[in-house]
């Protein structure tokens, strides 16, 4: 099975800050139909998960530009270049090229 | 695009439960399902997957003990939980789509306790 390996598991931020998180996987999550099924989502509080950004670097309808996705293969970063009050909760990487499909363990986005 | 988990509760160890997605706003009978679960306060847990030509595939933790299925006359999606343990406590979650995960429904509670 495909292990996905996010870091780090907590991020503390001030407002306005940029941060990065990395999500790493065992073997490379390119499909054979040349798509790349790895994808960002964020758990806010008390809410259910929601899609940021899927296939790597495509951003989600309605999702705020500040939201960014990069990387290839194996290893793939998603940062927010301006962190907001909103963006606070759990962001976890998924993959969806092999089954059983898998989930980062995430990382926790706090206000410093 | 909406969906809408039921069924949920508490349970014995030992026993079934049957999960329900109700499904809205999109040609169900066209996209594959998932299932995924959150134990209370960790992280998400991939369970199952329904192909829109009803082919599945599974968790090795559920294997044997879980089965996924559709009705798309209903657009309903469905998860039969067998032979439940204590692991299996967690909110059960039906989200949209083979590859992308793109709409998740608000989850349901499932507990497992004697």
């Known amino acids: 099975d495909v292990v996905l390996t996010q870091t780090p598991p907590t991020l503390s931020a001030t407002i306005g800050q940029s941060v990065s998180i990395s999500c790493r996987s065992s073997?490379?999550?390119?499909?054979?139909?040349?798509?790349?099924?790895l994808h960002w989502l964020l758990q806010r509080p008390g809410q259910s998960p929601q899609l940021l950004i899927y296939s790597v670097s495509r951003l989600e309808s309605g999702v705020p530009n500040r939201f960014s996705g990069s990387g290839s293969g194996t290893d793939f970063t998603l940062k927010i270049s301006g962190v907001e009050a909103e963006d606070l909760g759990v962001y976890y990487c998924v993959q969806g090229t092999h089954a059983p499909y898998t989930f980062g363990a995430g990382t926790k986005l706090e206000l410093k | 695009v909406q969906l809408v988990e039921s069924g949920g509760g508490l349970v014995q160890p030992g026993k079934s439960l049957k999960l329900s997605c109700s499904a809205s706003?999109?040609?169900?009978?066209?996209?594959?399902m998932h299932w995924i679960r959150q134990a209370p306060g960790k992280g998400l847990d991939w369970v199952a997957y329904i192909s829109s030509s009803s082919g599945t595939v599974y968790a090795d933790a559920v294997k044997g003990r879980f089965t996924i299925s559709r009705d798309n006359a209903k657009n309903t999606l469905y998860l039969q939980l067998n032979s439940l343990k204590s692991e299996d406590t967690a909110i059960y979650y039906c989200?949209?789509?083979?590859?992308?995960?793109?709409?998740w429904g608000q989850g349901v509670m499932v507990t497992v306790s004697s």
């Open positions: 706003g999109f040609t169900f009978s066209s996209y594959g």
């Open positions: 989200a949209r789509s083979s590859h992308y995960f793109d709409y």
């Open positions: 073997q490379s999550l390119l499909h054979s139909n040349g798509n790349t099924y």
